[in-house]
């Protein structure tokens, strides 16, 4: 049908936009931790949710066009003095990887922790931004 061509259109671009993003989340279900990423031309801005971690347990490693961000060190925090009757809050180690869409200057990373948010700032490699070439006449 035409409406199934359609959405397999739609389908399709959807895909090849977000392919330059490419995480360990499954598309239908949760990740953990959230992030959200914003892009500009210089830079990448990834912001994780990290409430209530401690931030020197969380390792962060860029290598060639992946951000691990990583937790291997259980909470001990959350011990309950019988049954739990709701548990939401995930405790425990993760780790987290980011296909980002481009080389990034690793030796210019940053990153900071602030309110519970883990916000990483990582430049785009300068061979991999784009360069107008001039046309000589």
């Known amino acids: 049908t035409n409406f199934g061509n359609e959405f397999a ?9 977000l392919s330059g993003f490419d995480t360990t989340a499954p598309v239908h279900g949760t990740s953990h931790p959230p992030l959200n990423i914003s892009q500009n031309e210089e830079e990448l801005q990834v912001a994780v949710e990290l409430p209530g971690v401690d931030i020197n347990s969380v390792s962060l490693t860029v290598e060639d066009r992946t951000l691990t961000i990583a937790k291997t060190e259980a909470d001990q925090s959350e011990q309950a003095e019988g049954d739990w009757v709701l548990r939401e809050r995930r405790t425990g180690g993760f780790e987290r990887k980011v296909r980002l869409p481009w080389q990034v200057e690793s030796e210019q990373v940053t990153a900071s922790y602030k309110h519970g948010i883990l916000t990483v700032s990582l430049p785009r490699a300068e061979q991999d931004k784009p360069r107008k070439i001039e046309i000589s006449a």
């Open 9 to 17: 259109r739609v389908g399709s671009e959807l895909e090849k936009f």
